[in-house]
């Protein structure tokens, strides 16, 4: 019978997976002789035996990867027999580094056999907080560098007891090469800062505080969080007072998939992801009275929400997860006999403006005002990763924080660039990317730049990035703004620097998702941006490719009176806008008034600012368009965090149409010319949008129409602006991107509205819309950059 040898390289997510482990199954089970390595970048795999038994391992290896392993690509070659060595056997050999793609593992909630054997008292690793295997456990939080092995993970402080490190060598375990394998005998512990209870004294303090109305810090995988009972709603509101968040939405974690189901509405897809291996936040509606008693009119638990009211007041949505950290479980579970609420909240352990706390000297500096005790533990975090957001539009996942779960996972194009770039992101929402070749590795989310200490974290994170990818960039991108703290970051780090504009950058961020290389129409909807023209934009329409881009049209501009308190203050944009179109301060004034927009002295003080451009500057910012008409129509007059008023006018928008059972009525239609040509560029006509809006307010409008007439009317200009550009341009591509698209009935609206007229829309789906997203767009320019414009210099 003639042989064959094969070498095969497998790319991808295969390390910290129990890859080795897997191909030797397969091997031992297709009679195939070999080997198999981890090379760092790849697993190399060299396969001998009969045709049909080297086609039978390659289709198990292909079919029956192991459950948490991501292939992204299969190199095969046939070594000539001549050059083949001969093997006896199939053998897993150790770890050799070579250079190459690097992909690191994101960290992997806990798996249903470790959960299992967690509840078992009869199983060694009974109640053990540290429980994990090749399936599941942390990865890229414990990480120094690569290969990933134990002895280069912070688990190289646990030595292995006996019986662990039999598991861990023994390829027929369930635990063989499972980096951060431990049990109670040598694993981490938990314990209490501040006080003496450790391990099982720790955990059930720990509980009893949360049982008795309390708040707890609690040290995961990629940092700390503040944690009480959700069904309590004394505790609820006091942590909304400590931490002087009187509205923003706490993120909530369930004790198990049934609890979500008797509080949200969940489909089978997002059912999928919310008990799969990466287990983020999911955006889910609430069940209303009406959705309770059809589900299951017989059920008792269905019949009411258990949920406190401050847990995300007037939202229609709620954030839900399910534990990912066995610490996370015990939590809910012990065996100490205390009756624990089926619903926690589980927000961010942070002070307002911080990044998430990831050791005990953070917690205690920034949480110990806020809680009443703090669960840590001695496993370092090597890398900070906060929890990951997902909202789901037509029933597909669509990103809002890509974070613990997915970084640093990189997105692949089918473009050919050479390279290596650092981009640096954004001022809010920061997230990093490191551009290799055609691969972007998007970084866990850091947070809001204008805190320092969130700086510090950013510049912390890059470092480790650079090491773990073996990266020296070539260029460094950020933002065109100068006064950024990302620009200052840029302009350390010492490397030639690229600066790209904001929006340019979202349009950017969106082709390359979607692996995109022809020239588009670019909508780039979101809060603030720093125009090539010293003015705000935020609105625009762009004609982009990689290399360069022209800006087609905006919103109407309007003045922007306050700085950083119009962005949250709707009230003031409002008032600006109408004594904008007014141009009379009596006029602007009765409206106000009529309104209850501000006092009169308010008024006064707004107007001299806008007719002596005190503190005031042209802005096309749809984030702050949507600000002003939330005011109008009374639904949030100001904002105490990002995107309230925004949200909250949607979620009226919404409310509104759901109870229609008809079209709208026409006296409630809005008649204007949709869009218009200046001397410069195409306008969206959402001046006389919003002065219509108001007229119809001050007649007696109902709130809700006229909010969902405003998101109907924006969309048509949107497609308007786009058939124009298509006019000019000839393309028919669209790409949405920007904050402003985090809201899915405009995302909708628009969408719709461009398909119907021939488009093809490209937007968001694994990559935010929001500047959580830009960084790999800015990756993408300095890929392109050096591929091209470098090369003619």
Known sequence: MSEITKRIRVYGIVQGVGFRPTVSRHATANGIRGNVCN??????????????????????LEERPPKRAAILKINMEEVPAEEAPQFSDFDIIESEKTKGEIFVSPDIAICDECKEELYDPKNRRYLHPFINCTCCGPRLTILDALPYDRERTSMKEFPMCPDCAKEYYDPETRRYDAQPVCCNDCGPEVYL??????GRDAITYTRQVIHDGGIVAIKGIGGFHLCCDATNEEAVSRLRTLKCRPAKPFAIMAKDETVVKRECIVTPEQEAILTGHQKPILLLDRRSKEHRKESQPQSENISETRLAPSVAPGNPKVG??????????LIFQYDDGIEMPDLLVMTSGNTSGAPICRDDEEAVAELSHLCDAILSHDRKIRIRADDTVMDFYKNEPYMIRRSRGYAPLPFMTSVDWKGQVLAVGGELKNTFCIGVDSRFYPSPYVGDLEDLRTVKALQETIHRFRTLLEVEPQVVVCDLHPKYNSTVVAEKLGYPMLQVQHHYAHVLSCMTENDCQEPVIGVSFDGTGYGTDGTIWGGEILLAD????????????????????????GWRIAVSMIYGYTKDREKAWEIIEKLGLCSEQESKVQFTMADRKINAVMSTSAGRLFDAVSAILGIRRQSSFEGEASTALQFAAEAFEQKQTSDLSERHNIRQELIFESEEHCILNTEALVQQIVEAKLQGADSGALAYLFHRTLAEQIVAACKAAREH???????????????????????EGLEQEGFEVLRHHMIPPNDGGIAIGQAAYGLYYLQNVKKEI
């Not at 839900?320 to 479980?329: H, R």
């Not at 341009?729 to 969408?751: D, H, I, M, P």
């Open 193 to 198: 800062i501040g006080r003496s209870e450790r």
């Open 729 to 751: 341009s000839g393309r028919a591509k669209v790409a949405l991107s920007g904050g402003v698209f985090q809201n899915r009935l405009l995302l909708r609206l628009t969408e």
């Open 320 to 329: 839900v997860m399910l534990p990912y950290a066995p610490v996370q479980l």
């Open 39 to 60: 090379k760092g970048p790849y697993v190399e795999i060299y396969a001998q035996g009969a045709v049909e038994q080297v086609d039978g391992f390659l289709k198990d």
């Open 546 to 569: 990689y290399q360069d881009f022209t800006r087609f049209g905006s919103i109407t501009p309007f003045l922007q009176i306050g700085g950083d308190a119009s962005a949250k203050e």
